[in-house]
Nanobody, 126 residues
């Protein structure tokens, strides 16, 4: 299984970015997907997740109302639209695939995800 994240970059505070994560190697549409991030010197944290059908999403409190996760099962891709970016959003963002097939809920702990992308750096300047 391979996950390829892209879309990171440098943006000013208040700006927007859209991250993409293309998956291959197993039936993408059967697995929930998540985005995590890790800022320098900080622990990795859950950002957003979407269940296998796209009908359930979950967000960290810090990004609610600003970030939107979505998926296109025909393209085997999950997206993270990030609006109203803040300097505190600066981090390496990772996409990950749930280890359990067709889980109904979205889980937030990294141990529930078994495959990870390589990460894409998002830098928000003030």
């Amino acid at each position: 299984v391979q996950l390829q994240a892209s879309g990171g970059g440098l943006v000013q505070a208040g700006g927007s970015l859209r991250l993409s994560c293309a998956a291959s190697g197993r039936t993408f549409s059967k697995y929930a997907m998540g985005w995590f991030r890790q800022a320098p010197g900080k622990e990795q944290q859950f950002v957003a997740g979407i269940n296998w059908s796209g009908g359930v999403t979950r967000y960290a409190d810090s990004v609610k109302g600003r970030f939107t996760i979505s998926r296109d099962n025909a393209k085997n891709t999950v997206y993270l639209q990030m609006n109203s970016l803040k300097p505190d959003d600066t981090a390496v963002y990772y996409c990950a695939s749930d280890r359990q097939v067709q889980r109904v809920v979205v889980v937030t702990t990294r141990y529930d995800y078994d495959y990870w992308g390589q990460g894409t750096l998002v830098t928000v300047s003030s």
